[in-house]
């Protein structure tokens, strides 16, 4: 353990017990960083020092900002931080805001000035907010005013002591003015916080599937390591591409993909807050984006309206946050000429560990360990199973879960491997095949079936456009397949259709798999990164 940077050690003391965190492996030399590193000044100030201070780093529909504007805007926010809120290194700051550049500035300048960032979703509300503000001994946030009452509501009785409010275009800030308003009169040159590769600079809570949301720690040398593994090996994108896309950036995947991979690389990112299929194919073709990164619900609601705009400036899309469907990925590809580049990741391991691109892609394959991180398919004892066995998949690279505080460590770390929870199995030349969250395979009259297959096979009939499959208690099977069907508008939910989707189902895969019972629903429950909230289709 290096020496820390930090002055309020709150983080480092609630990490998980020594033998409890997981084996790291830096097998490369992408992911060797010195010993004091801050991860801001080597995605932001690095590329002012090497020139690249009059390219663009973000973008809107409205404006946009050079890395030399950004890097001044980061400054300022960082007096602000740790002069006018008195806030030392160490101290966590509550992040709220959609996708666009005040947020992205806000969450620079807290990992520069050493301080810890927490973001949070912009859709939880105060009952969400609470228990965030409390596990992570929240003093101070950072809020987009359009989310103040919430974060209001949230603070009573919490440990939250201060807040700053941004994009307030109508005075609707206390007094003391907005963020904004105090930052012009800071100076734009600030000297960065001498910080340590393994100081924490992230807590990311999960994006609650399961319910229950999880504090994250991630440090200096992880948010770099998420930049220079994937997008390095696998996405290979240069200076002159566009990023854009739909996660958030208080979620990881929005994170590295909407804001860390692009500046890393010196290229510029397409902000746009709740854009829909048809506004970010529109966007797409407005500024002439080159990488998407955004769920498979996305993608295949734009797949229908690809017709109707010029995208042929899209070079690469990017699919994770659940697993892609084969139906989804055909689908996007018979309407643009991409093929899509699948991914897993997980919140704990901060970014995407498996995945393949190009001529790499194996059709019902995510894809391979991302360079840096090695897999492994493991059954209940923690023994690696031959190829072609399903079991659970265990991995370890320069990344690994670090809860806050949380006796779940327990179950996502055992003997230096993580777990994230995924059954798989891996093909003799290292691919791996998705089969279902752990604890979403169905187990019916002795058979193991997983959703995501159930849910690929209806996916390929041309009346369903979402749908959500899971066990549900059975007298006789122990579990019964359940499948919930959101229809295309063309076509009317009846006995008739239920029986033919299922008859459907017999005919692509393994007849005892078939949805025994079928249920159509106007939407599904789905988290705000595109997740399906499989739990609470099961409380239906």
């Not at 609707?172 to 600030?190: D, M, N, Q």
């Not at 456009?465 to 006789?476: A, F, H, L, Q, R």
Request: glycine share 8%; proline share 7%.
């Amino acid at each position: 353990m290096l020496r820390t940077g930090h002055v309020d050690l709150f983080a480092r003391d609630h990490l998980p017990r020594k033998e409890l965190q997981p084996d790291l492996i830096f097998n490369r030399p992408e992911v060797t960083y010195p010993e004091r590193v801050n991860a801001a000044v080597e995605l932001l100030d690095r590329n002012v020092e090497q020139g690249n201070g009059e390219r663009i780093a973000l973008r809107t529909d409205d404006a946009v900002c050079t890395y030399r504007q950004l890097q001044a805007q980061v400054n300022r926010i960082s007096h602000v931080l740790r002069n006018d809120m008195s806030l030392v290194p160490g101290n966590r700051v509550l992040l709220r805001g959609a996708n666009n550049p005040m947020m992205a500035a806000c969450f620079l300048a807290v990992i520069k000035s050493g301080l810890i960032a927490v973001p949070t979703m912009p859709l939880l509300r105060s009952k969400e907010l609470h228990p965030i503000l409390e596990k992570a001994n929240v003093t101070a946030a950072l809020c987009d005013v359009r989310l103040k009452e919430d974060l209001l509501a949230a603070q009573t009785g919490s440990p939250l002591q201060q807040v700053l409010y941004f994009n307030d275009g109508d005075g609707h800030t206390p007094a003391g003015g907005s963020l904004e308003s105090i930052c012009e009169k800071r100076p734009a040159e600030f000297p960065a916080c001498d910080t340590a590769q393994d100081d924490i600079a992230l807590i990311a809570f999960t994006s609650g599937t399961t319910g229950q949301p999880k504090g994250t720690m991630h440090m200096h040398r992880d948010v770099l390591a998420m930049c220079d593994l994937f997008p390095r090996s696998i996405l290979k994108p240069v200076a002159d591409d566009v990023f854009c896309g739909t996660p958030p950036l208080a979620f990881t995947f929005g994170l590295g993909g909407m804001l860390c991979f692009p500046l890393r690389f010196g290229a510029s990112t397409l902000l746009t807050e709740k854009p829909t299929p048809e506004s970010l194919l529109a966007a797409i073709a407005r500024h002439r984006a080159t990488i998407l990164f955004t769920a498979p619900t996305f993608y295949r609601q734009m797949a229908d309206l690809v017709k109707d705009h010029d995208i042929s400036c899209l070079k690469k899309c990017v699919s994770a946050g659940e697993a892609l469907p084969d139906a989804t990925r055909t689908l996007w590809r018979e309407a643009t000429g991409i093929e899509m580049i699948d991914g897993i990741g997980a919140t704990e391991m901060i970014h995407i560990f498996i995945s393949a691109a190009g001529r790499d892609v194996r059709r019902g394959a995510i894809g391979k360990a991302v360079p840096g991180y090695e897999a492994r398919v493991v059954d209940e004892k923690m023994k690696t199973l031959p190829p072609g066995t399903v079991g659970k998949l265990a991995v370890r690279g320069p990344t690994g879960c670090r809860y806050l505080a949380d006796e779940r460590q327990m179950d996502y770390v055992r003997d230096g491997w993580n777990l994230p929870g995924d059954t798989f199995s891996m093909d003799e030349d290292g691919y791996l095949y998705y089969q279902a969250r752990s604890d979403d395979m169905i187990i019916s009259a002795g058979y193991n079936i997983a959703g995501p297959e159930v849910e690929d096979a209806l996916l390929a009939h041309p009346a369903v456009v979402e749908c959500g499959v899971v066990g549900v208690p059975d007298s006789e099977r122990g579990q019964a397949v359940k499948a919930f069907v959101v229809l295309r508008p063309e076509f009317r939910a009846n006995p008739q259709l239920a029986r033919e989707l299922q008859e459907h189902v017999k005919q692509a895969i393994a007849p005892y798999k078939y949805p025994r019972q079928l249920e159509f629903v106007e939407s599904l429950p789905r988290t705000e990164t595109g997740k399906l909230q499989r739990f609470r289709l099961r409380g239906s």
